[in-house]
């Protein structure tokens, strides 16, 4: 994201904003225009990691990040713990997704202190939280971050979806095919190849306020990869016609 001088009353005017896409009445240009004084020409997108606006009739442009803590690393408990274990496969959850996807150990709720299996979610190889379920079936289970067995459900779901890839890969099914048992839900990544210029094109495009949300958040992402990496290419590139 560009990093320069911000007009104070375009900051004033961000900051009483949500989340979100705006057009709004650009403070730097709207009272000397002799006509279309009422035009929102002034496109704003705020995110969780910063800012962005750009005027379609002066020019104005730029933006600003949000200064933000990375999540700390959790170091999770080892070893095994035979009523979890237990557990795991009465769900018929195979020993190696046990043993690369859940981690064991006890965990309190409502407390009481009882043995549970943790799913850990991960930032690279970095484990960032963990969501505990207890593996006492006398014991309701909760969340570290929502108090909702739901959200548990879809944990697990995935878990053994999972599961059931491992299986199909270990019969010798390709993993074109066996993929098919995923949800579309789990986390995915590809390889995007392109010019700069053609990214260039494709985030102006992308991040104007009439895109689809899920979309421009894909573009805006990419858009503050660029402007770290190519930061006088990229701001050419993006203010060019």
Not at 8 to 35: D, F, V
Not at 64 to 89: A, F, S
Not at 193 to 198: F, I, K, R
């Amino acid at each position: 994201m560009l990093q320069r001088l911000v007009p104070s009353e375009i900051k004033l005017l961000a900051n009483k904003l949500s989340l979100g896409q705006y057009k709004k009445r650009c403070p730097e240009c709207h009272h000397t225009r002799s006509k279309h004084k009422h035009d929102r020409s002034l496109s704003v997108n705020i995110d969780s990691d910063g800012v962005r606006y750009h005027c379609h009739h002066c020019g104005t442009t730029g933006g600003w990040m949000y200064e933000e803590t990375p999540p700390q690393p959790i170091t999770p408990p080892m070893g095994t713990n035979d009523v979890v274990q237990e557990y795991l496969k009465s769900r018929n959850i195979n020993e190696d997704v046990i043993k690369n996807h859940t981690v064991q150990g006890t965990y309190t709720f409502n407390g009481r202190s009882v043995p549970a299996v943790g799913f850990p979610y991960r930032d690279g190889t970095s484990i960032v939280a963990i969501k505990w379920r207890s593996a006492d079936k006398k014991q309701g289970s909760t969340g570290e971050w929502y108090d909702d067995d739901l959200d548990f459900a879809v944990k697990e779901s995935h878990t053994a979806c999972f599961n059931a890839y491992k299986e199909l890969l270990e019969n010798d099914v390709c993993p074109e095919q066996a993929r098919m048992v995923l949800p579309q839900s789990m986390m995915t990544e590809w390889y995007w190849s392109g010019s700069l210029d053609a990214f260039a094109d494709m985030c102006k495009l992308r991040c104007a306020p009439d895109t689809q949300a899920e979309t421009a958040e894909v573009a805006w992402d990419i858009d503050r990869t660029m402007v770290k990496l190519f930061p006088v290419s990229w701001e050419a590139l993006r203010e060019s016609d």
